[in-house]
């Protein structure tokens, strides 16, 4: 049965029709670029945190958002693997689901980190 999303089991956002996971036009499509750019914010983060350092001290954000930058890689490299491997395969849907856990967990990861060091708590 078709409703205001379109065919039943199916959902549209601007013209796209998601498939679900491990589809060709599932999500790995959206989160390795939105990974790969997060990696470079992570990248300007630590670059800002280290000029900022000599002025208030030493920290551990830089080294935090590193890690947060690993969090995005595996995230993107998730992501892309997904969508190397057919789509009908259960590998594919598994590694789709990695990448989404990475990417949710690394903007976690960023927000606190980007809040703790806005109060000095790192």
């Known amino acids: 049965m078709d409703d205001a999303n379109g065919p039943a089991g199916m959902t549209t956002c601007r013209g796209h029709r998601w498939r679900g ?7 790995s499509q959206h989160i390795l670029p939105s990974a790969a750019t997060m990696i470079g ?31 995005f890689l595996a995230s993107s490299g998730a992501s892309y693997l997904s969508m190397r491997w057919p789509a009908e395969s259960r590998l594919s849907a598994k590694l789709e689901t990695a990448a989404d856990v990475c990417f949710v967990l690394g903007l976690v990861s960023l927000s606190v980190i980007s809040v703790l060091f ?3 708590a790192v």
């Open 21 to 27: 996971a491990g589809s060709a036009a599932g999500l």
């Open 118 to 120: 806005a109060y000095e």
């Open 41 to 71: 914010v992570c990248t300007t983060f630590i670059g800002l945190v280290k000029i900022i350092e000599a002025r208030i001290g030493p920290s551990h954000v830089d080294e935090y958002a590193a890690l947060t930058a690993v969090l």
